[in-house]
């Protein structure tokens, strides 16, 4: 928002925040700005002295709103880059949805979920441009119809369930490049439209798409009914552990050592959601602890052993990075991979970057940590596959291509 003549502050240590502001288009929308800063010029000349220019987080046009709880509807329809080469196979696979260029096409796949339903689009289209040009594309897009109306956090969480399975399934960054969110006819001016409009995730002129091969197809899966409805089951299981893995993926920022330690948080917090074994039941590891604490005389002693105790009944992080790492082994079969030195590489270079203590024998840096970094997250992908309904024969064909690109088959 750039405001002329200003009153607000424009001195470089000012600060000033906008929670809320209200306004309409020369079009008749009305639109809700919100959590806007202050940003203060490079330099204060004549000409700015007065301008202030505040950025907001988020635009609902619309209707005025006075919080984006307020913000609700049944049906939110938006496109996300990468979904195109998702539904057609990427580049080198087989299309879940059929659609060409060389005529007016359209499919879709609807899949009913707990919460409504998930419509997947693609369509071919021909548009004349001129008496000279038609221009042809493929397009994709998604639709959620919701049983309830939700507000606008809900539904943010749902569409980027959907855009990381795009992320996921290419290994690449992606952003939302559209949302319309509509509400019951007469819920605003619009009869309920709302479009939503934030910065992009990741930088649309950075984002390529084109890639290597898809990690998961879905048109190679069996039930990619089951696949999909899965994949929103997995993301509300694994909670807040879930951001490490694609943060991992699409920062280009983040650097490898970094990268590792998001994915052994990740490696731990999966096994213990999904396949955590801990030594002895809750009810015996509860009387072991009572009786070696009951075995301390002294209250401060109890104290500084108490919370290493109450936690001792648990898997170490070699154990849970070992038994990820065999079942990935167990499936594909033609990597070769050694689990032992891979389980000892990880420990020892995640010690290594957290304690800085003895410096393990397998420690890896440089070429061989980025190495490391590959192998791990092929181990994290290869089980979320299986733990997605996929047996070991299919998530060997998915993964086929990536391992024989990495020369690992």
């Known amino acids: 928002m750039h405001l002329l003549e200003s009153p607000l502050p424009a001195g470089p240590m000012d600060a000033f925040h906008v929670d809320i502001l209200h306004g309409e288009s020369l079009g008749g929308w009305p639109w809700s700005l919100f959590d806007g800063e202050l940003v203060v010029p490079r330099s204060i000349t004549p000409s700015n002295a007065r301008t202030a220019d505040i950025v907001f987080e988020t635009l609902i046009r619309g209707g005025h709103f006075t919080d984006l709880e307020s913000v ?121 439209e709302f479009r939503v409009i934030r910065q992009p995730e990741s930088n649309p002129q950075e984002t390529r798409t ?17 696949l999909i409805r899965a994949w929103f089951g997995l993301r509300e299981k694994l909670g807040p552990v879930w951001r490490l893995l694609f943060t991992a993926t699409v920062n280009p920022w983040l650097m490898p050592e970094s990268q590792l330690l998001n994915l052994t948080g990740f490696a731990e917090g999966y096994h213990r959601t999904l396949h955590d074994e801990p030594p002895l039941s809750d009810d015996d590891a509860a009387t072991s602890v009572q009786a070696m604490l009951a075995a301390l005389n002294d ?68 070429n061989e940590l980025t190495r490391l970094i590959s192998q791990l997250y092929f181990v994290l ?11 070991e024969e299919n998530v060997a064909a998915q993964l086929a291509l990536r391992m024989r690109l990495m020369d690992w088959s």
């Open 299 to 366: 209250e401060r002693d109890r104290d500084v052993f108490r919370g290493a105790l109450v936690h001792a009944n648990s898997q170490s992080q070699r154990a849970r990075v070992r038994w990820l790492a065999r079942r990935a082994a167990a499936a594909l079969t033609e990597w070769g991979l050694d689990v032992a030195r891979l389980t000892s590489e990880i420990v020892d270079t995640r010690n290594w970057l957290t304690h800085w203590g003895e410096r393990g024998q397998y420690v890896c840096e440089g």
């Open 381 to 391: 992908a290869t089980n979320i596959l299986l733990d997605l309904g996929l047996d």
């Open 72 to 192: 609700t509807g049944t049906i939110a329809r938006f496109a996300v880059h990468g979904l195109r080469e998702l539904l057609r196979g990427g580049d080198f696979g087989e299309p879940l949805l059929s659609v060409t260029v060389d005529e007016e096409s359209h499919d879709q796949l609807i899949v009913e979920m707990p919460w409504g339903s998930l419509q997947l689009v693609a369509e071919g289209t021909q548009t004349q441009w001129s008496r000279d040009e038609t221009r042809m594309a493929v397009r994709a897009h998604a639709q959620m119809q919701f049983g309830n109306a939700l507000p606008l956090s809900a539904v943010d969480a749902l569409v980027e369930t959907l855009r990381d399975l795009v992320i996921f399934a290419r290994t690449r960054p992606s952003h939302l490049t559209g949302l319309m969110l509509l509400g019951e006819a007469g819920a605003a001016e619009r009869a309920g």
């Open 210 to 226: 084109s890639g290597p091969p898809l990690i998961l197809n879905p048109a190679m899966v069996p039930d990619v009914y089951a």
